[in-house]
């Protein structure tokens, strides 16, 4: 089952084109990863799929991008419940500076939840599906910047699932993370995935080989910024790809 | 890009073809054994049976070290895997000589009952096929590799031959029995060398085209009328 499905997307910041006739089908409940070279287009594209885009002036989506079959670019999509479905963790976790209760309980407020008691219940949730209450359990007013960065990035994916998201977007969540610290956040990811559709940006190949089900690989040249060239299950990306741009770059020998 | 790690994968190949070459060399001396009677050299074909598989051993150390430090993908980890098979193969390929070379010491200096000619024969074949198809897998040369798997189908011709001859003495003197039953298992020795060799064959197809494919089916035999 498709949970996102993009038909000829085409992207552009002012006149600079910075995706090509994209068209891919992400399943959900799985974790697709996108990977490709600096430049590629990967971001660019993952922040398409929440419209993150729009917060850049003059940039420009063409195409379609249609979520559980509807098209997100349409003019009477509602862009803040689309974001509310489509939640996003970035590079650099960033909590906002207040309570970890507040941090994950900002977005339920937001959407009108106020009884101490459901906040209550809700933070403990997210906290727990994100791998971090026990850690936190204990002092749920501390200050979420006194947290390690990798809590820190766990606890920006409870306030993202305290929403009740369907798809969680992640652009390269792990690059400020030690090891350790990334393979907690893989876990996460794996468990997530029963439950949300989860695409992942990231640099760290093997990270895309461990952690990911599907793989998309991206790539830009002279005449066309960001095209989507492979995609396909991770097993067989990483081991027989189809194309060789895709087997050049996975084995290290691209350009 | 990956220079270092080019020249290891070139390296790995390296020692592969060195220890095809330990192989062969093997197999060779071990019916050269027996054709001469030499107890001396076959002795010594089992003694450096050792030798072979430490050097196995050791080439799958290293791929092992590359897998755990490079973190190989697509076709360099299908090439890694594939070496890790053909070792496999090439020491069962060994085996296959110092089993040679313990039959010869099982018949001594008995008269042979019948001048060696087919053996020889099977020895040629299977040391052409080891030679083109670790070539094969150098090449990356798909088309080669199956031509050299189809040609098992004359190895398996030439093991029927011997096996109807031996039976045909057995038959008619009970006293060539013992020895003929032995040089049969050479043969099946010969015979099971070439299988090995198309195992190679089929590695070099997985490590070309990532697809898995078994080579040589064998049918099953018809029931005799």
């Known amino acids: ?255 | 890009m990956r220079r270092a790690f080019d020249e290891d994968l070139q390296e790995l190949q390296n020692q592969m073809l060195e220890l095809g070459s330990m192989v062969g060399e093997a197999l060779a001396r071990s019916v050269d054994a027996l054709k001469r009677q030499d107890m001396q050299a076959s002795r010594e074909v089992i003694r450096n049976d050792m030798k072979i598989n430490e050097k196995r051993f050791a080439i799958e150390a290293d791929c092992l070290r590359l897998i755990a430090t490079q973190q190989p993908m697509a076709r360099d980890l299908r090439s890694i895997a594939a070496v890790l098979e053909i070792i496999t193969d090439l020491e069962r390929c060994a085996d296959y000589a110092a089993g040679i070379a313990k039959i010869t010491l099982m018949i001594g200096k008995e008269p042979f009952i019948k001048p060696l000619i087919d053996i020889p024969r099977m020895l040629e074949k299977d040391l052409s096929m080891l030679d083109r198809a670790l070539k094969a897998f150098v090449d990356r040369d798909v088309d080669a590799a199956r031509r050299i798997a189809a040609e098992d189908d004359d190895v398996d011709a030439l093991y029927d031959q011997i096996n109807n001859e031996l039976l045909a003495f057995m038959l008619q003197d009970p006293r060539t029995v013992r020895q003929a039953t032995r040089l049969l298992w050479v043969a099946h020795n010969l015979e099971r060398f070439a299988d090995r060799v198309t195992n190679i064959c089929e590695r070099v197809v997985f490590t070309v085209t990532g697809e898995m494919r078994e080579m040589n089916i064998q049918e099953p035999e018809e029931e005799p009328q």
């Open chain 1, 1 to 255: 089952m498709d949970k996102i499905k993009t038909e000829h997307l085409y992207f552009y910041y002012g006149r600079k084109q910075a995706l090509w006739d994209i068209n891919i089908a992400i399943p959900e409940r799985h974790i697709t990863a996108l990977i490709g070279p600096s430049g590629c287009g990967k971001s660019t594209f993952l922040r398409c799929l929440n419209r993150m885009n729009d917060t850049i002036p003059r940039t420009r989506a063409e195409g379609k991008v249609l979520l559980d079959g509807q098209d997100i670019y349409s003019p009477d999509t509602n862009v803040v419940e689309l974001r509310r479905r489509v939640g996003m963790v970035f590079q650099r976790p960033n909590p906002f500076p207040a309570s970890v209760f507040d941090n994950v309980a900002f977005g339920p407020r937001v959407l009108g939840l106020y009884s101490r008691a459901e906040l209550a219940d809700v933070v403990e949730e997210s906290l727990r599906s994100a791998g971090l209450w026990d850690e936190v359990k204990d002092n749920l007013g501390q200050d979420a910047l006194s947290l390690s960065l990798g809590q820190q990035q766990r606890l920006c994916i409870a306030r993202v699932v305290a929403v009740k998201p369907e798809v969680i977007l992640m652009d390269e969540p792990c690059s400020a993370l030690d090891p350790i610290a990334t393979l907690k956040i893989e876990d996460l990811m794996r468990a997530l995935s029963t439950e949300y559709t989860i695409v992942i940006v990231t640099h760290n190949m093997q990270q895309a080989a461990r952690a990911s089900d599907f793989t998309a690989f991206m790539l830009s040249d002279a005449e066309r910024t960001g095209q989507l060239i492979e995609f396909g299950p991770t097993a067989d990306v990483f081991t027989r790809p189809r194309d060789k741009r895709t087997e050049d770059y996975i084995t290290g020998r691209f350009g």
